[in-house]
C-alpha cells in the first residue's frame, strides 16, 4: 500500500469519527462544558459560624459595694489599665470619679462642726445651770445652820418666837430637800442631753470616717494575678472610662482563668436545627490562622434574638474547648466549624451537578462520545456536595453545567 493510499484512508477514517462524535454529541454553538468524577470518602456536612473566644471562669474585680448606702447610683470609671494588661495581686487596676463622694465629704465636716459647736455650748450651758442649782443648795443649808442656831439660842426667848423660828427651819429642810431632789432631775436631764447632742457628733464623725474609707475605695487593685479583660455591659459594650458602676453591678474589670475557655457564637434559624450538645467542633481563631483547637458544643438556646442592626433571629451556641493555648485571649475573633453529620465510604458530587424535574432527580453522565441524563438517588448534602446513594459509581464522569440540546432527551430511570 502506497503511502497516497494511507493517508487517504486516514483522512477518512478522521472524517468518520468527526461525524459520528458531532452526531452524538450537542452542539455546543463554542459554550465550555465542565465536568467533574464521582468520588468515593468521607463525607461531612459542617455549619460555620464566627464568634468570639470567652473564658468559662473568671474573678470579677469590683469598686465599692456599699454604695447605696451612701446613696451613690451611678458612678463614672475616670481611669482603667489598658485590657490584656497582666497583674499581680496588689496591682493599679483604675479609679472611679470621687466628685460625688467628696461633696458628701464635705457636708459631713460642715455638719461635724456645727455639731460639736452644740456640743459644746450644751456643755457650758448644762455647767453653768448645775453649778446655779449647787449654789442654791448651799445657800439653803447655810440658812438652815443659822436657823438652827437661833433656835438654839432661843431657849428663853416667848414662846411664839421659838415656834416661828421652828417653823422656818421646817420651811429651809423641805426648800432644800426639794431643791435637792430638783438638782438631780435636772442632772439627769442635763445628761441626757449631753448623751443626745454627743450622739449626733459620734454618728457624723462615724458617717465622715466612712466616707473617708470610701474614697480610698475608689482606687482599685487587682484581687489576684492574671490578665485584665473589660467586663461587658447589658448592651454588649465594654465597661471602660467614662463608663459608670451601679450598687447592683460594681464590677469594673475580670481576671479570666485562661485554661478554661469557650467560644460563644450564633446560628441562624435554618442552622441551628443541625446543631446538639456535644457535636465535635473545629475553633479556629483569625489571630492565629496556624492554631486550631477541638471544642464540643456544650449549649445551644431554645430562643432566638435579634441581631443588631437586623430583623434576622440568631440562636447562640457555647463551645467549649477541650483544648488550651498560651496564645488564646478573650475576646479574640473565632471561626467555628461544627460537625453536623459524617459519613464514611460513600460516592458524592458537587450540588452543581444535580438536576431535577417532576420529582426525579439526574444527572448528565458523560458515556464515550455521547451524554446520558441518568436518575440518581441522592442522600445528604452540605454547602458544596451531596451523597449519590444510587444511581452512579466511582469515577464516573458528571457535567457540573447543563448541556444545551438534550432538554427533551429521555432520562434513564434507576431499576
Known amino acids: 500500500m502506497n503511502k497516497r493510499k494511507i493517508v487517504f484512508i486516514s483522512i477518512a477514517f478522521v472524517a468518520i469519527i468527526y461525524t459520528i462524535y458531532s452526531y452524538f454529541s450537542p452542539s455546543n454553538d463554542g459554550k465550555i462544558y465542565l465536568t467533574t468524577k464521582v468520588t468515593k470518602g468521607n463525607f461531612i456536612n459542617e455549619v460555620v459560624t464566627s464568634g468570639e473566644a470567652q473564658s468559662t471562669s473568671l474573678k470579677k474585680i469590683n469598686g465599692p459595694e456599699n454604695l447605696r448606702k451612701f446613696r451613690l447610683r451611678e458612678i463614672k470609671i475616670q481611669d482603667l489599665v489598658p485590657e490584656g494588661t497582666i497583674v499581680k495581686k496588689g496591682d493599679y487596676v483604675g479609679r472611679l470619679d470621687p466628685s460625688d463622694v467628696n461633696e458628701q465629704i464635705i457636708d459631713a465636716r460642715l455638719n461635724l462642726e456645727g455639731a460639736e ?21 448651799k445657800d439653803l ?28 427651819l421646817e420651811k429651809l429642810v423641805r426648800d432644800f430637800n426639794e431643791k435637792k431632789e430638783n438638782y438631780k432631775i435636772k442632772k439627769r436631764q442635763a445628761n441626757a442631753k449631753m448623751v443626745e447632742v454627743g450622739t449626733r457628733v459620734s454618728k457624723i464623725r462615724k458617717e465622715l470616717e466612712n466616707l473617708l474609707d470610701l474614697l480610698k475605695s475608689f482606687t482599685i487593685y487587682s484581687n489576684g494575678n492574671g490578665m485584665i ?27 479570666p482563668d485562661l485554661t478554661k475557655m ?15 450538645k456535644g457535636l465535635p467542633v473545629k475553633v479556629g481563631f483569625d489571630a492565629f490562622p496556624d492554631v486550631e483547637l477541638n471544642g464540643v458544643v456544650t449549649d445551644v438556646a431554645n430562643v432566638g434574638e435579634n441581631k443588631r442592626g437586623s430583623d434576622i433571629k440568631v440562636f447562640q451556641v457555647l463551645i467549649k474547648l477541650t483544648e488550651s493555648d498560651t496564645n488564646i485571649r478573650p475576646g479574640m475573633t473565632t471561626s467555628n466549624r461544627i460537625l453536623t453529620f459524617e459519613k464514611k465510604d460513600v460516592l458524592s458530587i458537587p450540588l452543581e451537578a444535580v438536576f431535577s424535574k417532576d420529582s426525579i432527580t439526574y444527572v448528565y453522565t458523560k458515556a464515550g462520545f455521547s451524554i446520558n441524563k441518568k436518575e440518581v438517588k441522592i442522600g445528604n448534602a452540605n454547602n458544596d456536595a451531596v451523597i449519590i446513594e444510587k444511581g452512579l459509581t466511582e469515577n464516573d464522569i458528571v457535567y457540573l453545567n447543563k448541556p444545551e440540546g438534550l432538554e427533551k432527551e429521555k432520562i434513564i430511570t434507576l431499576n
Open 117 to 137: 459647736a452644740k456640743y459644746t455650748q450644751q456643755q457650758l450651758d448644762t455647767t453653768l445651770s448645775l453649778k446655779q442649782e449647787r449654789n442654791a443648795l
Open 141 to 168: 443649808s447655810f440658812n438652815m445652820e443659822e436657823t438652827k442656831l437661833e433656835l438654839k439660842q432661843s431657849t428663853y426667848e416667848p414662846p411664839a418666837t421659838i415656834k416661828k423660828l421652828e417653823n422656818n
Open 229 to 255: 479583660t473589660y467586663i461587658r455591659e447589658w448592651n454588649g459594650a465594654k465597661k471602660k472610662v467614662g463608663s459608670s458602676i451601679s450598687p447592683w453591678d460594681p464590677s469594673i474589670a475580670s481576671l
Open 262 to 276: 469557650e467560644s460563644k457564637t450564633y446560628a441562624n434559624e435554618v442552622d441551628i436545627r443541625k446543631i446538639k
